[in-house]
């Protein structure tokens, strides 16, 4: 009884103690918080609630960059910080001097509590977007190959196969006039040309539509991702493990693998009976599954499937994105329009379809594009982890704590971008455009 009782004791003093440990190490990060905060020139988004911090001003993402951008106009800022609730601050930087300080160093992406990126682990894995360092560069290097003009060309074809079907799906509204939400659609299609350019695979995704199981799975795995970032309370791992959304995740997870893993194992046989890919077209995953290092060494069967899993995932929904902001702004703007129907028409003029030369001959369809993205960014915003203390000129942010970097602010910033409001394509014509900072327009984010 007595050893038993000395056991429960020196259990309990453990406890205390680390419980006291953890509650010291608070204080401290905490006071360097405060003291980020409020005892230097940075722009703190509020007015601050005792408890609430920030979060009594936003109550989601579209109100979040609403508050950022009034801040930005009034203070002209380049480096911010806001407070989740009253316990942890969330710094930010919103112009190109700071994000290319912060894309430059080696801050690892922000993987801990309030950083988005861990909420994608379950589902894509340490593939390129998620991982860091030496991994990173790793694989990077094996997958470069992949994306070289001379692998991307033969896909033309396949884009306008791709877009022959979206536009027959388009036909009934156009002549009935009715509205339609085109993102689903354009959603559809970049999953499409994703999985035919990238994977080789042929399951006529845009007729099926929601009912095909894997593209019901990747928009639901879409919403609870994003669900999960907007709810505070479900960045505790404990509360978030015995949610319905955590168990629906879990499910759509490992059927997302599976799906993967089956084109994986596909492919592979046919590696196996026919060797390297000689007569058909190499994609990305013959380059995935045959790459090698510099010591004869090749992916992990568990980073390929990370690597197909994030491709599926980032590739299609950032271009989904860019495409159905880019349509939006057609419509928004009829005078663009019409300088962008006219190039269209006048190049192709006789012909059924787009190919890769006629790509590089259409100056005036590459700006507005490119304007539509500097609008609304594919990728808003992107986060770091900060290891070591970072100066962004007479601003120093703090260890320990992750910074986003706002997208969306630095193309809205007043200071970078005059006008920044006005849609105006010939933005990306003019000759000074090399002038312009190198992070100073960066839709798809930068660095590794």
């Not at 340490?126 to 094996?142: H, Q």
């Not at 060797?275 to 010591?295: M, S, V, Y």
């Not at 880019?326 to 006219?342: A, F, M, R, W």
């Amino acid at each position: 009884m007595v050893f038993s009782t000395n056991i429960s004791i020196a259990l309990l003093v453990i406890v205390i103690t680390y419980v006291l440990w953890r509650i010291r190490a608070f204080i401290i990060r905490y006071r360097q918080w405060r003291t980020a905060t409020f005892g230097q020139s940075i722009t703190i988004l509020g007015p601050l609630h005792p408890i609430w911090g920030t979060l009594h001003l936003v109550h989601d993402l579209a109100s979040y960059f609403k508050l950022l951008q009034s801040i930005i106009e009034k203070e002209r800022p380049k480096v911010y910080v806001a407070w989740n609730m009253f316990f942890y601050p969330s710094f930010g930087v919103c112009h190109p001097d700071s994000a290319q300080t912060l894309y430059k160093s080696s801050a690892p992406k922000a993987h801990a509590v309030g950083g988005a990126y861990r909420y994608l682990r379950d589902w894509i894995g340490d593939g390129l977007l998620i991982s860091d360092g030496k991994k990173w560069e790793r694989n990077r290097r094996l997958l470069t190959p992949g994306f070289h003009f001379e692998i991307l060309k033969p896909y033309v074809k396949v884009y306008n196969s791709v877009t022959d079907v979206f536009l027959e799906k388009l036909k009934g509204y156009a002549k009935s006039g009715e509205a339609v939400d085109i993102f689903p659609r354009v959603a559809l299609a970049s999953l499409d040309t994703i999985l035919r350019c990238a994977f080789s695979y042929q399951g006529k995704i845009q007729d099926q539509g929601s009912k095909h199981p894997y593209v019901n799975a990747v928009n639901r795995l879409s919403y609870l991702t994003l669900s999960r970032c907007l709810k505070p309370w479900y960045q505790i791992d404990f509360i978030y493990r015995f949610s319905k959304e955590r168990k629906e995740l879990k499910q759509l997870c490992d059927y997302s693998h599976e799906f993967s893993n089956g084109i994986i194992k596909e492919r592979k046989q046919t590696l196996k009976k026919e060797g390297q890919p000689t007569k058909r077209h190499l994609d990305f995953l013959d380059i995935l599954l045959t790459a090698k290092d510099e010591n004869g060494i090749g992916l992990s069967d568990e980073d390929i499937r990370a690597e197909v899993d994030t491709f599926m995932f980032e590739g299609h929904d950032t271009t989904a994105a860019a495409i159905s902001w880019s349509i939006y702004c057609l419509g928004k703007y009829p005078d663009e329009q019409e300088i962008v129907y006219t190039e269209i028409s006048e190049l192709l003029v006789d012909k059924q379809e787009v190919t890769w030369e006629n790509l590089q001959e259409m100056p005036q369809l590459t700006a507005f594009v490119k304007e539509s993205m500097r609008m609304f960014a594919p990728v808003p915003g992107t986060a770091r982890l900060l290891t070591s203390p970072m100066k962004f000129g007479d601003i120093i942010v703090p260890a320990g704590v992750h910074i986003d970097i706002s997208i969306h602010s630095i193309h809205h910033h007043p200071d970078v971008w005059p006008e920044h409001e006005v849609f105006r394509p010939e933005r990306f014509l003019q000759d000074d455009i090399t002038d312009r900072h190198p992070y100073s327009y960066i839709p798809f984010a930068a660095g590794s």
